[in-house]
């Protein structure tokens, strides 16, 4: 009998290539949102400000938030998932706010 390739593969190492996945995401916001935030602070740019926070609030805050609200909280998942997802949408907001606004010099 041949095995499937789901025997094939070790779940928990799934689940530890899955953690790592959603952890670069976070490190790649993270560095993003220095740089903008660095550029905002040499030209005085509003607009990356907008970015930097931007970026933040879409890559950084849904795992602490989310982990917050499941354990320490206990809020069922649907609930869970709607609230976490409200720093995501205000985030592309002020990304796309950023990106739109004319730049004043």
Not at 37 to 56: C, D, E, H, K
Not at 57 to 82: A, H, K
């Amino acid at each position: 009998m041949l095995d499937t390739p789901l025997q094939l593969i070790d779940l928990e190492t799934l689940r530890i290539v899955r953690q790592v996945s959603e952890v670069i995401p976070m490190l790649l916001g993270l560095a993003i949102s220095y740089f903008a935030y660095t550029a905002y602070r040499q030209n005085q740019s509003r607009p990356m400000l907008y970015i930097a926070v931007g970026f933040v609030l879409v890559l950084f805050v849904q795992l602490p938030l989310s982990l917050i609200l499941l354990y320490l909280l206990d809020f069922p998942t649907p609930v869970l998932n709607t609230i976490v997802q409200i720093p995501e949408f205000v985030g592309l907001g002020l990304i796309l706010y950023g990106l739109w606004v004319p730049r004043r010099d």
